[in-house]
């Protein structure tokens, strides 16, 4: 039987003085971190996916190849959010994760972004092709399903700036 699996991951992080700018807003720089260090944890606690034992076990791994990024409310130190995440697409070496980081009290949207991964050979140092078990839990999880759809990051903003603050 197969396993059911949510297909939006989230948790909460709080904003830490040492991540903000001298203003007290989360640093632009450190929201990314903020994305990846949820995914990565959502990842292990929700789908049993530890990317870096794979990448030990395997020899292959994930690596950021773009962020593209969204900055719609500002956020502050010592402020709780909720980092939501999911799988939007996947290819055969590739993958495309949205989060948004989310108000947990008033559920605006902070920020949104879509992070593109590719799926490398660590010692040969080129592309490698998902294997069959990931493919079908990216399958299981992906909204979108699996190859590229024709959206832009910028419609995809447009879209939740005027839309409920759910993903997608």
């Known amino acids: 039987m197969k396993k059911e699996y949510s297909k939006i991951l989230e948790s909460k992080a709080l904003v830490r003085f040492e991540d903000c700018d001298p203003f007290g807003h989360l640093n632009n720089g450190r929201y990314i971190d903020y994305y990846l260090n949820a995914r990565e944890d959502q990842l292990r ?23 593209q990024i969204a900055y719609l409310r500002e956020v502050k130190f010592m402020e ?7 799988l939007r697409w996947y290819g055969s070496s590739d993958l495309l994760m949205e989060g948004q980081m989310v108000n947990p009290e008033t559920g605006a949207i902070i920020s949104v972004i879509w992070t593109r991964f590719a799926y490398i050979d660590i010692r ?5 092709e998902h294997s069959e078990e990931l493919t079908e839990l990216f399958d299981s999880v992906a909204i979108l399903g699996e190859g590229k759809p024709a959206e832009y990051f910028e419609d995809r903003v447009k ?4 839309a409920a603050v759910v993903l997608p």
Do not use: F, H, P
């Open 80 to 86: 709780t959010v909720t980092i939501k995440t999911c």
């Open 45 to 67: 606690d929700n789908y049993g996916l530890d990317i870096y034992a794979l990448g030990k076990q395997t020899g292959k791994a994930w690596v950021v190849a773009s962020n």
């Open 159 to 162: 879209e939740l700036r005027m």
């Open 124 to 128: 040969k140092g080129q592309k490698a």
